[in-house]
């Protein structure tokens, strides 16, 4: 194997680390009315109905705003995101932590 061909897989594992690391620093900051997607859940289908008026469950790739952010002492900061629809108005609204959604 010839050096060069060691050092660049090197370099370029390199690059990678960088690019992670430039990405989580410059990642769009969540704030009250940002735009945000669904980009996973962690709970059960179910346990999305925290305010009992969704007329569906969220689903990965839908489209919400942040109506409220809720923090307490000792707990996880929690998301109030609601989705609307264009002809019945809210599709769903759930509390979603911080790994369920990314801003767009």
Request: aromatic share 14%.
């Amino acid at each position: 194997m010839k050096w060069w061909f060691i050092y660049s897989k090197q370099f370029s594992k390199f690059i990678g680390c960088i690019r992670q690391f430039s990405f989580r620093l410059f990642k769009k900051k969540l704030n009250q009315y940002s735009v945000v997607t669904v980009k996973r859940l962690l709970r059960p289908i179910d346990d999305y109905d925290d305010w009992k008026i969704n007329k569906r469950p969220p689903k990965i790739g839908d489209i919400g705003a942040i109506v409220e952010i809720l923090h307490a002492p000792n707990l996880r900061t929690c998301y109030v995101v609601e989705c609307c629809n264009i002809d019945e108005g809210t599709a769903w609204l759930c509390d979603l932590d911080f790994e369920e959604i990314e801003a767009i």
